[in-house]
Structures are given as C-alpha cells and as structure tokens.
T-cell receptor, first 112, second 110 residues
Framework: EPEVTQTPSHQVTQMGQEVILRCVPI?????FYWYRQILGQKVEFLVS????????KSEIFDDQFSVERPDGSNFTLKIRSTKLEDSAMYFC??????????FGSGTRLTVV | EDQVTQSPEALRLQEGESSSLNCSYT??????LFWYRQDPGKGPEFLFT???AGEEKEKERLKATLTKKESFLHITAPKPEDSATYLC???????????FGTGTRLQVFP
C-alpha cells in the first residue's frame, strides 16, 4: 500500500538553528500538508500546498516557517530559527483530492 | 468557531466488551468527518470518512455513524490489538484544514 515517507524520524537541534523536515508524498497525490502535535495536545494544522503554492496556512505558520516542493517527489518544511516551543511531532500528509489524507509516521523534533 | 470534542478521554475494556466513542462537533458547513487511529509515536491512520447525517461505515470490528451534531465509533467485541488512540476530525467547506479532537485512548485487556 502506498505510504507517505518522512525523514528523519527524530531530529534534535539547538535553539536558534535552522531545521528542514523532509517528506515524500504518495506519487499521484496533488495536495500536501504539514501538521504538528505537541506532546499531549491535539494534532494542529500548519499549512496546505497545491499547484506549487501555499493554499492555506494557520496562525502558527508564521515567517519562521516555509514549505517547498523542490522536485517532483519531495515536500519540505523549514523552520528558520527554532524555538523551544517548536518541539513537537511534525506530520506530513498528502491527498489526491483535498480530503481523506494519508499521514506519514512523523518527525519528532526536539529543540534544546 | 469550528471545534471537536471527544469523550471519554480514556476507555478501558475487557476483550469482547463492546462500547462506543463519541465525537461532538460544531462546524460551519461540514465537508467531511474523519476517524483516525493513532498508535504511540506514529502518524494518524485513516479509518473512515462520513459526509452526511445518517451515513454509516463499517470496517471489521469498527462502525462509524454520523448525525448533525455528533459521530460515534462503535467497537464490537474488541481485541487487544484495537488498543490505540482514536482521533476524530472535521473539515469545513472551503477550507483545507482538518480540526482534530484530543482523542480517546482505548486500552483493551485480554
């Protein structure tokens, strides 16, 4: 069964450093998303991406965040200057039709 | 404001003891209601999508139902491998985002 692949599974970074989280969505999917889940809290929407541009973003997704689809297969989330409160599980998801997502297994980001 | 509330927060069942999980929602025009299963340290795994009141879907021991204000996930004769957190999410029309509840953590004991 096709799956969304995320790397790395766990990343530790120092506060103030830039970090890039990587995702390979399902190959025939057109819509891509990033969500995050702070430990013990709800899964929260960050951003959606379609046709090579952001289609919607949440209040969390400020200027420190950016997304990119650098080639035909990868989808990345960059955090420019990490803060302690950015520590969370980050989930990439993809969908063929903007609903019924398939989520990846996540990247656990720890900012120290 | 669109929101999702799930209850109970945690549920402990004996193997074979059927029960239901509740998801109450308010949304400005429902596009879809989604149930996911999440194992510790993993991403949400898609179970069901429901689109309109009265709709029901089944998969093995799970059955999801939908009304205009809530959805139920019925678990019939659960097994220990059904232990997980079950997440409910809604998507409103004209938006990409899913709004998740906090989930119900289900433990099934042999």
């Amino acid at each position: 069964e096709p799956e969304v692949t995320q790397t790395p599974s766990h990343q530790v970074t120092q506060m103030g450093q830039e970090v890039i989280l990587r995702c390979v969505p399902i190959s025939n999917h057109l819509y891509f998303y990033w969500y995050r889940q702070i430990l013990g809290q709800k899964v929260e929407f960050l951003v959606s991406f379609y046709n090579n541009e952001i289609s919607e973003k949440s209040e969390i997704f400020d200027d420190q965040f950016s997304v990119e689809r650098p080639d035909g297969s990868n989808f990345t989330l960059k955090i420019r200057s990490t803060k302690l409160e950015d520590s969370a599980m980050y989930f990439c998801a993809s969908s063929p039709e903007n609903y019924g997502y398939t989520f990846g297994s996540g990247t656990r980001l720890t900012v120290v | 404001e669109d929101q999702v509330t799930q209850s109970p927060e945690a549920l402990r069942l004996q193997e074979g003891e059927s029960s239901s999980l509740n998801c109450s929602y308010t949304v400005s025009g429902l596009r879809g209601l989604f149930w996911y299963r999440q194992d510790p340290g993993k991403g949400p795994e898609f179970l069901f999508t429901l689109y309109s009141a009265g709709e029901e879907k089944e998969k093995e021991r799970l059955k999801a139902t939908l009304t205009k204000k809530e959805s139920f996930l019925h678990i019939t004769a659960p097994k220990p491998e059904d232990s997980a957190t079950y997440l409910c999410a809604v998507q409103a029309r004209n938006t990409d985002k899913l709004i998740f509840g906090t989930g119900t953590r289900l433990q099934v004991f042999p």
